[in-house]
């Protein structure tokens, strides 16, 4: 079955940077998008970035744009998040998600993964 | 600030229908798909409704969605105790963005 494990996470201080991996299988990676969601503790999920099934499109939701960057190795089925100039506004679960349908780059995700947690604290 | 309004919470009792609203724009909900999820605590969002009003395997059929203009809504019939949860719309947005409400709490009385 579809499976999505993320790692990476854990405590950095503020202004250091992070990178996460989402660890696919049990679908071809490569046909489909792949996105990230975050939520911080106690509130409600925001997105925060997506990646087209080849890489070659790539949109950041603006509290993240110019300091995440997303990236995919698709021999390996892995999607990755890196994470530059942490701020503790970034404190977060952070899930991968998959598109719902192969090829599509606008339209939605359905698959999720069960999160890692990045702490950024001084 | 969620540019997709969700109301904070709902409730019912067992056996009711209940329906959570999303309200955007159109240059989201308007034009594009809604996705609906269930989050219980500690765990990761799952899908309830996709591309509106489609329901993927696995979930009951007392879940329903529909999208009317730059609104649209989750309905949940037969109301369990297990329904309990955070619900939360989300779409994208012309300007390239994914957006998601702010979350609805239902409680079953």
């Known amino acids: 079955q579809v499976q999505l494990v993320e790692s990476g996470g854990g405590v950095v201080q503020p202004g250091r940077s992070l990178r996460l991996s989402c660890a696919a299988s049990?679908?071809?990676?490569?046909?489909?998008?792949m996105y990230w969601v975050r939520q911080a503790p106690g509130k409600g999920l925001e997105w925060v970035t997506v990646?087209?099934?080849?890489?070659?499109?790539?949109y950041y939701a603006d509290s993240v744009k110019g300091r995440f960057t997303i990236s995919r190795d698709n021999p390996k089925n892995t999607l990755y998040l890196q994470m530059n100039s942490l701020t503790t506004e970034d404190t977060a679960v952070y899930y991968c998600a998959r598109a719902t349908v192969a090829w599509e780059l606008l339209d939605g995700f359905d698959m999720w993964g069960q999160g890692t947690r990045v702490s950024v604290s001084s | 600030q969620s540019v997709l309004t969700q109301p904070p919470s709902a409730s019912g009792t067992p056996g009711q229908r209940v329906t959570i609203s999303c309200s955007g724009s159109s240059s989201n909900i308007g034009s594009n798909y809604v996705y609906w999820y269930q989050q219980f605590p500690g765990t990761a969002p799952k899908v309830l409704i996709y591309?509106?009003?489609q329901r993927p395997s696995g979930v009951p059929d007392r879940f329903s969605g529909s999208k009317s203009g730059t609104s649209a809504s989750l309905a949940i019939s037969g109301l369990r105790s297990e329904d309990e949860a955070d619900y939360y719309c989300?779409?994208?947005?012309?300007?390239?963005?994914?957006?998601f409400g702010g979350g609805t709490k239902l409680t079953v009385l």
């Open positions: 049990g679908f071809i990676f490569s046909s489909y998008a």
């Open positions: 990646i087209s099934y080849d890489g070659s499109n790539k």
């Open positions: 989300a779409a994208w947005d012309d300007s390239l963005s994914v957006l």
């Open positions: 591309r509106s009003n």
